[in-house]
């Protein structure tokens, strides 16, 4: 079984996989993508060894390195700062393409850490080269209105397949390999669109990165392959080594992987690596999986743990990210967990095929239960609103308050109309259209109630979201892939009046007037009982979310201070 972690390392965060037992392997991937590329490679080497697979620093869900335009080298420090985080005196490194660079410079670097290099690709580039790429190779995605740079990341994704290099669409530029499947296009798109802060950092690190002069340094036994149809096969005549400590081979594609695995030296004298380290918050923000019955649900976490705790839960669709700003609004006096639901974010899916508010509530309350989390302020958005009052009902114990910020009540009609139009398939398409559909989606989410009325009534009273914000919920949605719908039908059924009848907190529910539940928020409100208050937003004039709650928690504050949650988990 392939596990998700994340570890500090250096005052950040690498997001990684393990999978196996045994000597320790790191494997690295190449760019723009993140771990999630090497799982076949993850499942057949975790027969013999394991397999730690970490996202490289800026890509996947791994916290960028402070450098504006890094280097192979400063890479490969925080793969060395990687295994000191995990308990790894030696080990193994293995890579492909960018991240055979990078496990180059690890093993160049720590010589007697690492035991065993291993390399699949190795770009081995002249001046001339180099430069051209550098110029052509990772031009900027920048987000437009109309979502056009969407296609174009597609079909530059689609080009890295046919052309080698991508930008040179001509004849003799040909690659004799077949475009990946749909859904591995996809995650590779998805994998370029999230790289922070810009795809193009450890590609122009490995295009400038001097192989000849790593390769002699070498004294590490190493392997290098590098399969038929691979770009870089060639690559293997241009390394005028005599480098004995290295083993060179072409292998057929067939047996690529086969290879790998049987490259890797099972006699090493290495330790068996410890058990996966804990992640402590202390501040900042920090990021983690937390085991329940339903699955491991990530938790985002951000400022003081001594300080009260409020929960924020995400609107549909999206994650605990799509609530950042007001996450590190309230992060200045608040200790903030921003659960992902399950099959949202970076959660695992629901085990059910039509899940219902109850479902989700379930596995959240117990990865708070799990974290120590005791008596927050729940703060949810529309459908994370319905998860917040549910949540407040099921578990009296459990909220100090809540604040629902839109909460849908429809008729049966509008249900039904609802539950039919509005959630469009995140199946992938051979043209990226599927991406252009969601993009649209989510653009007129902004300008009409439902979306798909675009006539003059069912206009919204409200302005756009800027192209670069658009993106960011964007890319909220795509991470949840093909889930994402089930919470957003969850809420469209859900029947809040009754719930809102059994909570026993005190529940604040407000909306801005822009907000298209405004009137079913307010509704809402006045049919509760005494315990439901409903207030207005009103941004413009400081009345925010913030605002909301601070407010409501002053009013109802949480435990003393011994016995709040000290961040450990």
């Given at each position: 079984m392939v596990e998700r972690f994340y570890a500090d390392v250096d005052g950040r965060q690498m997001h990684y996989r393990r999978a196996g037992r045994g000597i320790p392997l790191i494997l690295l991937h190449e760019s723009p993508r993140s771990s999630a590329a090497m799982e076949p490679w993850i499942r057949a080497l975790a027969e013999h060894v394991t397999v730690l697979a970490p996202d490289t620093a800026g890509y996947g869900q791994s916290d960028p390195l402070p450098e504006d335009e890094p280097e192979i080298d400063a890479y490969a420090r925080s793969v060395i700062a990687f295994a000191d985080a995990l308990g790894l005196e030696r080990f193994i490194v293995a890579g492909t393409h960018t991240g055979s660079k990078i496990a180059l410079s690890t093993a160049v670097q720590a010589p007697d850490r690492v035991a065993q290099l291993v390399m699949d690709g190795l770009g081995v580039y002249t001046?001339?080269?180099?430069?051209?790429?550098?110029?052509?190779?990772?031009?900027?995605?920048?987000?437009?209105?109309?979502?056009?740079?969407?296609?174009?990341?597609?079909?530059?994704?689609?080009?890295?397949?046919?052309?080698?290099?991508?930008?040179?669409?001509?004849?003799?530029?040909?690659?004799?390999?077949?475009?990946?499947?749909?859904?591995?296009?996809?995650?590779?798109?998805?994998?370029?669109?999230?790289?922070?802060?810009?795809?193009?950092?450890?590609?122009?690190?490995?295009?400038?990165?001097?192989?000849?002069?790593?390769?002699?340094?070498?004294?590490?036994?190493?392997?290098?392959?590098?399969?038929?149809?691979?770009?870089?096969?060639?690559?293997?005549?241009?390394?005028?080594?005599?480098?004995?400590?290295?083993?060179?081979?072409?292998v057929t594609d067939?047996?690529?992987?086969?290879?790998?695995?049987?490259?890797?030296?099972?006699?090493?004298?290495?330790?068996?690596?410890?058990?996966?380290?804990?992640?402590?918050?202390?501040?900042?923000?920090?990021?983690?999986?937390?085991?329940?019955?339903?699955?491991?649900?990530?938790?985002?976490?951000?400022?003081?743990?001594?300080?009260?705790?409020?929960?924020?839960?995400?609107p549909s669709p999206g994650s605990g990210d799509t609530c950042q700003d007001l996450i590190l609004d309230l992060a200045r006096d608040h200790f903030v967990i921003a659960p992902d639901m399950p099959g949202n974010g970076h959660s695992d899916p629901p085990g059910a095929q039509q899940p219902d508010i109850a479902f989700y509530a379930a596995p959240l309350a117990e990865a708070l239960t799990a974290l120590g989390i005791e008596r927050p302020v729940l703060y949810g958005s529309h459908t994370g609103a319905c998860l917040a009052v549910e949540l407040a009902a099921a578990r009296p114990d459990l909220p100090g308050g809540v604040v629902a910020d839109g909460i849908p009540d429809l008729t049966e009609d509008e249900r039904a109309d609802i539950l039919t139009n509005y959630m469009l398939p995140l199946t992938p398409e051979r043209n990226g259209e599927?991406?252009?559909?969601?993009?649209?989606?989510?653009?007129?989410?902004?300008?009409?109630?439902?979306?798909?009325?675009?006539?003059?009534?069912?206009?919204?009273?409200?302005?756009?979201?800027?192209?670069?914000?658009?993106?960011?919920?964007?890319l909220q949605m795509l991470k949840s892939g093909e889930t994402y719908e089930l919470a957003y039908r969850a809420a469209f059924r859900y029947d809040a009046a009754p719930r809102l009848g059994q909570t026993t907190a005190p529940t604040v529910i407000c909306a801005d007037p822009s907000d298209m539940l405004h009137r079913s928020s307010q509704g809402l409100a006045a049919a509760a009982g005494a315990n439901v208050a409903f207030t207005e937003l009103r941004p413009e004039d400081g009345r925010d979310a913030a605002w909301a709650v601070r407010t409501h928690a002053a009013h109802h504050a949480g435990p003393p201070d011994e016995t709040r949650p000290k961040g450990e988990a």
């Open positions: 001046e001339t080269e180099a430069a051209e790429h550098l110029e052509h190779y990772t031009v900027p995605i920048v987000p437009v209105w109309h979502g056009g740079h969407l296609l174009e990341a597609w079909h530059r994704m689609r080009s890295m397949w046919t052309f080698w290099p991508w930008y040179r669409m001509e004849a003799d530029r040909r690659l004799a390999t077949s475009i990946p499947d749909l859904q591995t296009l996809h995650q590779m798109v998805y994998d370029q669109l999230r790289a922070t802060p810009e795809w193009g950092l450890a590609y122009r690190a490995a295009f400038r990165y001097n192989a000849h002069a790593a390769l002699e340094e070498l004294r590490t036994p190493a392997v290098l392959l590098a399969k038929e149809t691979d770009p870089l096969r060639p690559h293997l005549e241009r390394l005028g080594t005599r480098n004995s400590s290295l083993r060179v081979a072409g067939d047996d690529h992987v086969q290879e790998i695995v049987a490259a890797i030296d099972l006699s090493l004298d290495i330790a068996d690596p410890p058990p996966p380290p804990a992640v402590t918050h202390r501040g900042g923000t920090s990021r983690r999986y937390v085991p329940t019955s339903q699955g491991n649900v990530h938790v985002r976490m951000d400022g003081d743990p001594a300080n009260p705790p409020v929960v924020v839960l995400h599927h991406l252009i559909r969601a993009w649209h989606m989510l653009r007129d989410m902004q300008l009409y109630w439902p979306w798909y009325r675009d006539e003059a009534e069912h206009a919204r009273d409200t302005a756009p979201s800027a192209p670069e914000r658009l993106h960011h919920l964007f």
